[in-house]
């Protein structure tokens, strides 16, 4: 029974001669690949939470500038309306100025004629005779 043991140490001292320096090799290979991996993870997942905060910003900034124009066309639209409401009143009242300026000239013609009826003349003659007067100036 000693002989099994000891031939299979031979043979596991022969095979660690043979290819235990390449085995070694592989096994510091395969040490470092498995510390680059995981370093790698780690450096992704740190990238990741990262870009995930910076998205995180991103999206607030965007969300206030949002809110930010919303209030500024909220003001806007208030201003234009406030601004529609003046122009329809100051156009009304420059219809009614208007139609008052028709209404002075036509009273203004009024009171000339009334003033040549009570002298005793008629407004048609005394333009007649203006426009006489005025034509043999000329």
Do not use: C, W
């Amino acid at each position: 029974m000693n002989k099994i043991p000891d031939s299979k140490s031979n043979i596991e001292q022969i095979r660690d001669l043979i290819v235990g320096e390449h085995i070694q090799d592989y096994n510091r290979q395969i040490n470092r690949l498995t510390k680059d991996l995981t370093d790698l993870q780690k450096t992704v997942a740190d990238v990741s939470r990262t870009s995930e905060e910076h998205i995180e910003d991103l999206n607030k900034q965007v969300q206030q500038k949002l809110d930010k124009l919303e209030r500024s066309l909220s003001s806007l639209k208030t201003e234009l309306q406030q601004l529609q409401a003046q122009h329809k009143s100051l156009s009304a009242a420059f219809d009614e100025a208007r139609a008052e300026q028709v209404n002075r000239m036509q009273l203004a013609n009024l009171f000339a004629e009334l003033a040549l009826s009570l002298r005793g003349e008629d407004l048609l003659e005394k333009l007649a005779d203006t426009n006489k007067r005025n034509g043999d100036d000329a």
